[in-house]
């Protein structure tokens, strides 16, 4: 490992007299980080995230000599030991991430186990657009792509819903050949046939402009209008237009559930993650206190704003207007479909770890302060220390 590989790391130990013992590894931090383990020859052998970094070196080097696993055999060979410490899951993901592809470039595909993210893409310079699904998030002037999705399914649902509401095309197999007019949509009358009849083209584009718009999250208009022509063909008492007018517009109120609450065009997606970071001093404090990692994510970087405790809102405000737009990128950015995938993987577990806020259309400033108190009790003005939490409850005894 050279000198320059050396400054990606904290720190490091190294074997002293052929045995790893607890007092050489005292040095090793208990946070959640990047291990990297290097042979004789100063070439590295394992990688490793982990939530306590020292219990993780225990567990690999510090066994029982009767036992024989993959972890003696790393005991046995490694000679050095380096790391980078970390507060939290994210950023662990981020530096294991680009420590992989910088050491292990040959296997790293093996090495990162990624969801492969899938996305919603409609192409509008084609002669009769649509929305289809696509593992490629590749960005043109034309080609617009929607995520971020927690799976193909999901991503295949918005596009046929799309696709259904706004009849656009559901069998564009068919456009290649010349069978076109035995298309099934077109003879239940799904479709009008623009693909028949080039009169109807500039309708349907009308129509693509439409959906566009909904994917874009402006639904407002379309459903007002699917609900008046709901209530028009009721009036004269046409049933079965109104029940397709009310299918239409129950696909379309789907389209705002809870897996489809970080999609956006991807060109436009901005998040806000902060999550614990380093306890750091403070001036006027005796003791260390506990940091926050901000971070700003689009759809091909991660921007670090830096740590940061606030003490007010009016501190948080301050803070991103003046780190928002100028915070510099982290280094990895090895490709964007690796980035998405991973991203995707944060925002879609269960109990996503920290905070994390869609400001995709700005910064909503209810939820950045309400979410940023129930994840952290950041600039919480009822929060109390135990001590006063512990005097209170003997006076409420009392």
């Known amino acids: 490992m050279n000198a320059a590989h050396e400054e990606l790391f904290d720190s490091s130990v190294v074997l002293k007299e052929n045995e790893w013992t607890q007092d050489a590894l005292q040095d090793i931090p208990t946070c959640k980080g990047v291990l990297l383990f290097i042979d004789s020859q100063n070439k590295p052998i394992q990688i490793i995230q982990a939530g306590n970094l020292r219990r993780a070196v225990y567990t690999r080097v510090l066994q029982n000599e009767a036992e024989t696993s993959r972890k003696t055999d790393i005991a046995a060979l490694s000679r050095k030991i380096s790391w980078i410490s970390c507060h939290s899951a994210f950023m ?40 289809y699904v696509s593992n490629s998030s590749a960005i043109t002037e034309n080609r617009r792509v929607y995520g971020l999705f927690p799976n193909r399914k999901t991503a295949l649902r918005f596009t046929e819903t799309l696709n259904t509401v706004f009849s656009l095309c559901l069998n564009p197999s068919l456009l290649k050949t010349s069978r076109r007019s035995s298309c099934p949509y077109l003879q239940m009358q799904k479709c009008p046939g623009p693909c028949l009849d080039p009169s109807l083209q500039d309708v349907y584009l009308d129509r693509v402009h439409i959906a566009v718009a909904c994917a874009n999250g402006h639904f407002d208009q379309t459903r007002n209008e699917l609900q008046t022509r709901m209530q028009k063909f009721v009036n004269i008492l046409d049933f079965e237009r109104a029940q397709e007018a009310k299918k239409q517009l129950d696909l379309l109120n789907k389209l705002q559930d809870a897996n489809f609450r970080w999609v956006h065009n991807l060109k436009d997606i901005s998040i806000l993650h902060v999550d614990q970071s380093f306890k750091q001093p403070i001036e006027g404090k005796k003791r260390k206190v506990r940091h926050y990692k901000w971070l700003k994510i689009v759809c091909d970087a991660v921007y670090n704003m830096g740590d940061f405790l606030p003490k007010s809102h009016e501190d948080i405000e301050r803070f991103l207007e003046q780190n928002w737009t100028t915070a510099p990128a982290l280094p990895y950015t090895h490709n964007t479909s690796e980035h998405l995938g991973n991203l995707a993987y944060f925002l879609f577990r269960s109990k996503p770890a920290g905070f994390w806020l869609d400001c995709t259309n700005g910064i909503p400033a209810d939820p950045l302060f309400s979410g940023l108190n129930d994840c952290f009790n950041i600039c919480n003005p009822q929060k109390k220390d135990r001590f006063a939490q512990k005097k209170d409850a003997e006076n409420n005894s009392t």
Request: proline share 8%.
């Open 92 to 131: 662990t993901q981020l530096n294991y991430l680009r420590l992989v592809r910088i050491f292990f470039a040959n296997m790293a595909d093996t090495w990162i186990q990624l969801p492969t993210p899938s996305f919603a893409v409609i192409d509008l310079d084609a002669a009769l657009p649509f929305f």
